[in-house]
């Protein structure tokens, strides 16, 4: 897990006046809408946020990460450092009815986390990882992938919330990426296959705790398109990415679909309403550096501070 470099130059900013901006685009900017929370849905989030408690943000960096997060009743967060201190400075901006869940420390020192508004989603019982017995590890295989699958770099963390009569099963997943070559893709599109593999199974378990299983997060997916090797080992299995109503991918230096929140078709149908977003906080924040300095550098005072990935949002009903 890597810090990014921190920037090199100085650039001052209003956090009060960069978050109205921010919610002034969310609600008026065209196809970036987010629906405002409300008793019968649940808003649910994922992201990606770069080396958190790593990268040295101050207080107002947390400001605006806390009130992204805020607009959420349940978010997945990736890339927690072992060092909680990232997470705990946004806790301390989040509205007092926020609370907290994160795994252990896998893969580069990362955790997986949850933040979510505990007087509306309740966390049940089942809390655990998911990992691949050895007798398993067998099944774990895709036509034309000669390697065998190594185990995961980082556990997909589960977790069990309910919100109203709504009880499901979260996993929050960031899987390995390496580099952009062949074999670093084939070990990723095993990691991919092997969450999918365990959802499809665990979901017709009579033993289940719930049926409903939602996989979210950082999948390190390229393209969402045929021929993908990560995208097609996630759908083997049944799991489906709807499509997103912005069309612009959660990578912000790259047209990657990296972040995805999928689930088994007809599992959901009385629960997604269908919308499903990305929000690209970057088209509005730092007007004033985006004005004076290259998109480089503001790319990278943005994906240093903030991050360098964008929120991804659906709606479900809970009522």
Known sequence: M?????????????PVREIEVIRHYRDTRDGRQIPPRDAGHLLLATWNIANLGLQQRRERDYRILAEIISWF????????????????GIQEHLPEDYQAVFSDKGGNEERGGFFYDASKIGQLELVGEIAIPPK????????GVDREFSGFDRNPFLVSFVAGDFEFVLINVHLYFGDDTRADRERRSLEAFAVSRWADLRRDDEHAYVPHILALGDFNLPKVEPGDLIYTALRRRGLERPPHSTRISSSIAEDKDYDQIMFFPGALDDRFTGQIGVFDFDGAVFAELWQNRTPAQF??????????????????RIA
């Open 136 to 143: 398993e590890v067998k099944w774990i295989k895709l036509t």
């Open 2 to 14: 890597p810090s990014f470099p921190k920037p090199r130059f100085a650039f001052d900013f209003d």
């Open 299 to 316: 790319r990278a005072y943005v994906r240093y501070y903030l991050s360098d990935h964008r929120p991804l949002w659906a709606r479900f």
């Open 73 to 88: 009743d349940l978010i997945a967060v990736q890339e927690v450092h072992d060092n909680l201190a990232g997470l705990r």
